[in-house]
């Protein structure tokens, strides 16, 4: 999440996220499922641009809605960054407006956490546009009101994430991982996936957080893991599709990121990436992207917290 300021606005780069590990505990009563997951913020970005204005009204202009995406993003007050600033506003009495535009890069509906980055994204913008001395606690607060991989775009750029997702523990990521990226043609609604699914015996992280923080690739691999995969599989033949398909691409290891229906291939340098990608992509599995891991030294600079 890199933060710029130019005079009265702010433009902010949106990350993706991966989940190198997603175990579902148990389905709760409120309809929520139990989870420990890991997540890494990764360098596929959507840009906004914020300026605050007199007024309490919240407008949101799209960039190429639509091109690129499965479908067109919710506009005006279904859409997640105007919810999350109302709720802001309204939690704290703000009582000006703001003006945002979002540039899409992230497709949706694909386990890329793309919306709740721009959830995060906005509530960090607003912090220091609206000039209200918000701790970080109090931004996770609402941020876990309006989605559960939200607090974790707060945190990141790594993280265990607990509870649905919302209990953050930031990790030391000493691994820069070249990845592709495959966006099939069908999403999944990350709802219709957790419906479904059914909580097996729990797996433990604590060998693939040891590997992120040691900076083994190597062990990392064998630690990937993602119970959802399995659901998604049944709901969509893309991700059995793909599966096969990065069997034969030549890559370290891979993985459904979240819900689904997007997944990542690890690789061993960016080289080796192009030459995954290439091969994936003369087998038509949909938009080939390639991406990295975030570094934390640059996680949140300028930021208001
Ligand atoms: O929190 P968020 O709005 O992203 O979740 C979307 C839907 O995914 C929820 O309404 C719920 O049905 C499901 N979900 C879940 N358990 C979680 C996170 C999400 O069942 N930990």
Same mark, same amino acid.
Request: hydrophobic fraction near 40%; charge should be neutral; include cysteine.
């Given at each position: 999440?890199?933060?710029?300021?130019?005079?009265?606005?702010?433009?902010? !780069?949106?990350?993706?996220?991966?989940?190198?590990?997603?175990?579902?505990?148990? =389905?709760?009563?409120?309809?929520?499922?139990?989870?420990? &997951? @890991?997540?890494?913020?990764?360098?596929?970005?959507?840009?906004?641009?914020?300026?605050?204005? /007199?007024?309490?009204?919240?407008?949101?202009?799209?960039?190429? %809605?639509?091109?690129?995406?499965?479908?067109?993003?919710?506009?005006?007050?279904?859409?997640?960054?105007?919810?999350?600033?109302?709720?802001?506003?309204?939690?704290?009495? @703000?009582?000006?407006?703001?003006?945002?535009?979002?540039?899409?890069?992230?497709?949706?509906?694909? +386990?890329?956490?793309? /919306?709740?980055? %721009?959830?995060?994204?906005?509530?960090? +913008?607003? /912090?220091?546009?609206?000039?209200?001395? $918000?701790?970080?606690?109090?931004?996770?607060?609402?941020?876990?009101?309006?989605?559960?991989?939200?607090?974790?775009?707060?945190?990141?750029?790594?993280?265990?994430?607990?509870? =649905?997702?919302?209990?953050? !523990?930031?990790? !030391?990521?000493?691994?820069?991982?070249?990845?592709?990226?495959?966006?099939?043609?069908?999403?999944?609604? &990350?709802?219709? @996936?957790?419906?479904?699914?059914?909580?097996?015996?729990?797996?433990?992280?604590?060998?693939?957080?040891?590997?992120?923080?040691?900076?083994?690739?190597?062990?990392?691999?064998?630690?990937?893991?993602?119970?959802?995969?399995? &659901? /998604?599989?049944?709901?969509?033949?893309?991700?059995?599709?793909?599966?096969?398909?990065?069997?034969?691409?030549?890559?370290?290891?891979?993985?459904?990121?979240?819900?689904?229906?997007?997944?990542?291939?690890?690789?061993?340098?960016?080289?080796?990436?192009? !030459?995954?990608?290439? =091969?994936?992509?003369?087998?038509?599995?949909?938009?080939?992207?390639?991406?990295?891991?975030?570094?934390?030294?640059? $996680?949140?600079?300028?930021?208001?917290?």
């Amino acid at each position: 999440m890199i933060i710029r300021s130019d005079g009265d606005r702010l433009t902010i !780069q949106s990350p993706a996220k991966i989940n190198l590990f997603l175990d579902v505990l148990g =389905r709760r009563e409120d309809g929520f499922h139990d989870l420990e &997951t @890991v997540i890494c913020a990764i360098d596929l970005e959507d840009t906004l641009e914020m300026r605050a204005v /007199a007024g309490k009204e919240i407008t949101l202009h799209l960039h190429g %809605n639509g091109i690129g995406q499965r479908e067109p993003l919710p506009e005006g007050e279904d859409n997640i960054i105007v919810k999350a600033l109302r709720l802001l506003a309204q939690s704290s009495g @703000v009582d000006q407006g703001m003006e945002v535009t979002l540039t899409k890069r992230i497709p949706s509906a694909a +386990g890329l956490g793309g /919306a709740s980055s %721009n959830a995060a994204a906005v509530l960090l +913008g607003a /912090a220091r546009l609206w000039q209200h001395d $918000w701790s970080l606690e109090q931004l996770a607060g609402v941020a876990a009101e309006v989605g559960s991989d939200v607090p974790f775009f707060l945190h990141g750029p790594a993280a265990i994430c607990r509870g =649905r997702g919302e209990i953050v !523990q930031p990790l !030391q990521n000493r691994l820069r991982l070249h990845l592709v990226l495959v966006h099939p043609p069908a999403g999944l609604s &990350t709802a219709r @996936v957790f419906a479904h699914c059914q909580p097996g015996r729990p797996v433990s992280s604590a060998a693939l957080i040891e590997a992120l923080e040691t900076g083994n690739r190597r062990a990392l691999l064998d630690e990937l893991h993602n119970s959802l995969q399995r &659901t /998604a599989a049944g709901l969509e033949p893309w991700v059995g599709r793909l599966e096969e398909l990065l069997s034969g691409s030549g890559c370290l290891g891979f993985q459904m990121s979240g819900s689904g229906t997007s997944f990542f291939a690890i690789c061993a340098h960016r080289q080796h990436a192009r !030459q995954v990608a290439a =091969r994936l992509r003369s087998q038509q599995p949909g938009q080939v992207d390639y991406a990295s891991t975030l570094d934390g030294k640059k $996680w949140l600079s300028g930021s208001p917290c």
